[in-house]
């Protein structure tokens, strides 16, 4: 068995999770991961090397959950507003069913500590949906433009519904279970994608 899939690998990597998420990857030592797992810290070290190591054992797993999903539920062959809605249909089921990975995600996706692998694993996020958006520009869908701006409207909102459905559950302890809020943004980001509407000059 490979040690960080064993049980106390796992007890470990869930206290780093916790704590990663809650108080930040900067403000988060061995000790208090140990202390959080019930271990040992001699325990943390005979499964990991160090903290970063934890937190890319993490960051992958998350990602490769993240991506694996999304790719699962959507059918190449649909049209560009079916895939669409497949892919925010199966990010609103990873928002609701894995808050705190997602959210753990978030904080840490530029974290300057993430290996060759981790950043492997986000690029690899970013080239899927960058080829959707290029994909959806050249079917004359989505609105020509800069796909990286457009990664950026896709990514930012959805993140900070991940953020929010996190605070809701992390401080006024409600279940993220009811998701209307997230099929309006499915529709407003839709529309943002597929409207053009210039109102503002791009010219500096």
Not at 65 to 87: K, P
Not at 130 to 135: G, R
């Amino acid at each position: 068995m490979d040690k960080a899939t064993s049980n106390k690998g796992e007890a470990i990597m869930e206290a780093a999770l916790h704590l990663f998420t809650t108080q930040g990857y900067a403000e988060t030592n061995v000790p208090s991961i140990a202390r959080a797992a019930r271990v040992g810290v001699g325990t943390v070290y005979r499964y990991f090397k160090n903290k970063d190591n934890i937190l890319n054992h993490l960051f992958q797993k998350v990602l490769t959950l993240f991506l694996s999903e999304i790719q699962d539920a959507v059918d190449r062959q649909a049209s560009i507003e079916d895939q669409f809605s497949q892919i925010f249909d199966a990010a609103t089921a990873l928002m609701t069913h894995y808050t705190v990975e997602l959210q753990f995600m978030n904080l840490n996706v530029f974290n300057e500590m993430l290996d060759a692998d981790s950043q492997a694993a986000r690029d690899k996020v970013i080239a899927y949906f960058t080829d959707f958006l290029k994909a959806g520009q050249d079917s004359k869908v989505i609105v020509p433009g800069s796909a990286d701006a457009q990664l950026v409207l896709m990514y930012g909102s959805v993140q900070m519904m991940i953020s929010f459905l996190w605070a809701r559950r992390h401080f006024a302890r409600i279940q993220p279970e009811d998701t209307r809020i997230i099929r309006q943004l499915k529709n407003q980001l839709w529309n943002a994608l597929t409207v053009e509407r210039k109102v503002f000059s791009e010219e500096v």
